[in-house]
Structure formats: C-alpha cells, structure tokens
Nanobody, 116 residues
Framework: QVQLVESGGGLVQTGGSLRLSCAAS????????MAWYRQAPGEQRESVAT????????NYADSVKGRFTISRDNAKNTVYLQMNSLKPEDTAVYYC?????????WGQGTQVTVSS
C-alpha cells in the first residue's frame, strides 16, 4: 500500500504563497495521475489540481486556475503544489492522492490557513 506524507502548509496572509509537497512510497506513484485535494471545515473534499504520469498535462479547478501550479518529480516520488495569491477561501487541509477511486490510504494532510 502506498503511504502519502504531505507537508509545507502554514499560516499566511492574503496574497501570500506556499509550496506544498507530498512524498509517496513505492514506485507505483510514477504510474499514476496524481491530484491535490482540499477539504475545508464542513465541506466535502474537492480536487484542485491534477497532473498526468509524465507531468505533461495538468488541470485545475476554476477556483485556483492561474494561482496554483502542480508539478511532480518521479525520481523523488513527490508531487508539489505551488500556491500563489492565496485567498481566505483557500483555507483547508490539503491532501494528495491518485486521481480517482480506488484511492490510496489518505495521509494526514497539511493545514493551510489564509488570514484576511
């Protein structure tokens, strides 16, 4: 089973930036489209960015398009999320996982809090 460890979250002001990282165990990582998800209090988990196995194609939710950038390093089994121009509505716990069901076991996530 793949283990996922997210890091890089924190408290930032509106307009600030953060770079999230997600390290995955196992070589299966590089054979999967990966995604970053987020879950705000009282809300369902939602996908915000996806990246194909090679990294050649990325997709973003409309709410983050133009502000977030997803990337991956298959040699390091790591996927990243660069978040710029952060807004209070970006406040959530951020997780990475493969795109779509069946998901791997979820990691602990990393908290992102954007103050106004």
């Amino acid at each position: 089973q793949v283990q996922l460890v997210e890091s890089g979250g924190g408290l930032v002001q509106t307009g600030g930036s953060l770079r999230l990282s997600c390290a995955a165990s196992g070589s299966v990582f590089r054979r999967n489209t990966m995604a970053w998800y987020r879950q705000a209090p009282g809300e369902q988990r939602e996908s915000v960015a996806t990246i194909t196995m090679s990294g050649s194609t990325t997709n973003y939710a409309d709410s983050v398009k133009g502000r977030f950038t997803i990337s991956r390093d298959n040699a390091k089994n790591t996927v990243y999320l660069q978040m710029n121009s952060l807004k209070p509505e970006d406040t959530a716990v951020y997780y990475c996982n493969k795109l779509g069901w069946p998901f791997w076991d979820w990691g602990q996530g990393t908290q992102v809090t954007v103050s106004s």
